[in-house]
T-cell receptor
Framework: AQSVTQPDIHITVSEGASLELRCNYS??????LFWYVQSPGQGLQLLLK??????LVQGIKGFEAEFKRSQSSFNLRKPSVHWSDAAEYFC??????????????FGAGTQVVVTP | SQTIHQWPATLVQPVGSPLSLECTVE??????LYWYRQAAGRGLQLLFY??????ISSEVPQNLSASRPQDRQFILSSKKLLLSDSGFYLC???????????FGSGTRLTVV
């Protein structure tokens, strides 16, 4: 069965500092990986996705993520955070097997607080 | 362009009352459709998904049901709400396995 772990429930970062959010997955085949962001009271917005190819993926809002198969990780990074990056971030994994087609498994989320 | 609409945005319902949340998608055909629930401080729980009209798969046993009467319409229902049904409900669609989900803006349901 597929699963996603986001070890950090809550992260506080200063504006202008770098940010890294961790995501570890468990999946028996080639995973499709996603990062989403959710502002309070809103739906989720897709930041970036990985299917194959270059393991460093660029997304919107200056975010990037690196797929490391050996570590089963897909960590999200941003070199310099802005106050508007304060939100909750979700990692998700999906695949192409019969059981998983079309379904994404989400992590529990990481709440990011940005301080002045 | 593709869009997804979800309503109402907020809803306060008494215990034992019925529920109907609607989700519609525009600009695409034969999408996969999903209902998720997000309880306070918790992640997203997949409730139902549908790969076509009239085709509904339930992920967890619960007090809720879903229907897909039209290709781009997905409805979440309950005959009698429980306090535990409170939460933030999100509808999403997916157009092909190469794409992630596109989410609606959600419905905040409070059962009192």
């Amino acid at each position: 069965a597929q699963s996603v772990t986001q070890p950090d429930i809550h992260i506080t970062v200063s504006e202008g500092a770098s940010l890294e959010l961790r995501c570890n997955y468990s999946y028996g085949a080639t995973p499709y990986l996603f990062w989403y962001v959710q502002s309070p009271g809103q739906g989720l917005q897709l930041l970036l996705k990985y299917f194959s190819g270059d393991t460093l993926v660029q997304g919107i809002k200056g975010f990037e993520a690196e797929f490391k198969r050996s570590q089963s990780s897909f960590n999200l990074r941003k070199p310099s955070v802005h106050w508007s990056d304060a939100a909750e971030y979700f990692c998700a994994v999906g695949g192409m097997t019969t059981d998983s087609w079309g379904k994404l498994q989400f992590g529990a989320g990481t709440q990011v607080v940005v301080t002045p | 362009s593709q869009t997804i609409h979800q309503w109402p945005a907020t809803l306060v319902q008494p215990v034992g009352s019925p529920l109907s949340l609607e989700c519609t998608v525009e600009g695409t055909s034969n999408p996969n459709l999903y209902w998720y629930r997000q309880a306070a401080g918790r992640g997203l729980q997949l409730l139902f998904y549908s790969v076509g009209i009239g085709q509904i798969s339930s992920e967890v046993p619960q007090n809720l049901s879903a229907s897909r009467p039209q290709d781009r319409q997905f409805i979440l229902s309950s005959k009698k709400l429980l306090l535990s049904d409170s939460g933030f409900y999100l509808c999403a669609y997916r157009q092909g396995p190469w794409n992630g989900y596109t989410f609606g803006s959600g419905t905040r349901l409070t059962v009192v």
